[in-house]
């Protein structure tokens, strides 16, 4: 069977059924291989876009590994981010009942500082009516010891001139008793009897029986 090319020429005047026939075959022939290579190219350029495809499916896998990671990274940073939320809660709840307790503890100090406050102005008051009375009590003390010094120089005056006058009476007893004395030495440098109690002319009698002798 003769193979007809592109290259060759058909006789237009040898047998047509022939020709026909060859041409027909070599038509087949060019479709099978036209078939042929078209199906290789669509079986290559899927080949082709299969592999492109893993390599892109590779790729995102690579990249969804990565997300992965990072996902589990973002995951691990919200964790700890979680725990230092929470300890920074813990500790705005501590912050919270202390500054609860301070204002409780602010509110009974400024309520002590309110009673404080009305005690010292109780005291003062009480103070300066108590100096008020000390300053009266004193001058009342004053002037009544003013007063009794007073009476005391006053009887001191009239001791002194009651005493004065008993010296004086004393003395002027004493100076009797003395010239009495002195009498009773002359008249017995006299001779003169003397009485029978004065037997010794330096007898001394008693203060009581020679105011009794004395005074009679």
């Known amino acids: 069977m003769t193979r007809i090319t592109r290259s060759q020429k058909i006789d237009p005047n040898g047998d047509?059924?022939?020709?026909?026939?060859?041409?027909?075959?070599?038509?087949?022939?060019?479709?099978?291989?036209?078939?042929k290579e078209s199906h290789i190219n669509l079986l290559n350029q899927e080949i082709q876009r299969t592999q492109n495809l893993k390599e892109k499916l590779r790729?995102?896998?690579i990249t969804i590994e990565k997300a992965n990671q990072e996902l589990d990274k973002l995951r691990e940073e919200v964790k700890l981010l979680k725990e230092i939320i929470d300890q920074k809660n813990e500790t705005i709840n501590?912050?919270?009942?202390?500054?609860?307790?301070?204002?409780s503890t602010?509110?009974?100090?400024?309520?002590?500082?309110?009673?404080?406050?009305?005690?010292?102005?109780?005291?003062?008051?009480?103070?300066?009516?108590?100096?008020?009375?000390l300053h009266s009590n004193c001058?009342?003390?004053?002037?009544?010891q003013q007063k009794h010094i007073?009476?005391?120089?006053?009887?001191?005056?009239?001791?002194?001139?009651?005493?004065h006058e008993f010296c004086n009476q004393r003395?002027?007893?004493?100076?009797?008793?003395i010239s009495y004395f002195d009498?009773?030495?002359?008249?017995?440098?006299?001779?003169?009897?003397?009485?029978?109690?004065?037997?010794?002319?330096?007898?001394?009698?008693?203060?009581?029986?020679?105011?009794?002798?004395?005074?009679?």
């Open 16 to 35: 047509t059924i022939h020709y026909l026939q060859e041409h027909i075959k070599y038509l087949n022939r060019q479709i099978r291989r036209c078939s």
């Open 59 to 61: 790729l995102k896998e």
């Open 94 to 103: 501590n912050l919270r009942e202390e500054n609860e307790a301070l204002r």
């Open 106 to 133: 602010n509110e009974e100090t400024q309520a002590t500082n309110i009673q404080l406050v009305a005690q010292i102005e109780h005291f003062r008051d009480r103070n300066n009516s108590l100096r008020q009375e």
């Open 139 to 144: 001058n009342n003390f004053i002037l009544s």
């Open 150 to 163: 007073e009476d005391l120089q006053r009887t001191i005056r009239v001791k002194e001139e009651s005493d």
């Open 171 to 177: 003395i002027n007893r004493l100076e009797n008793r």
């Open 183 to 216: 009498d009773r030495e002359r008249q017995r440098a006299q001779g003169i009897e003397l009485p029978p109690y004065f037997a010794r002319s330096d007898a001394f009698l008693g203060e009581q029986e020679f105011d009794q002798q004395f005074n009679h």
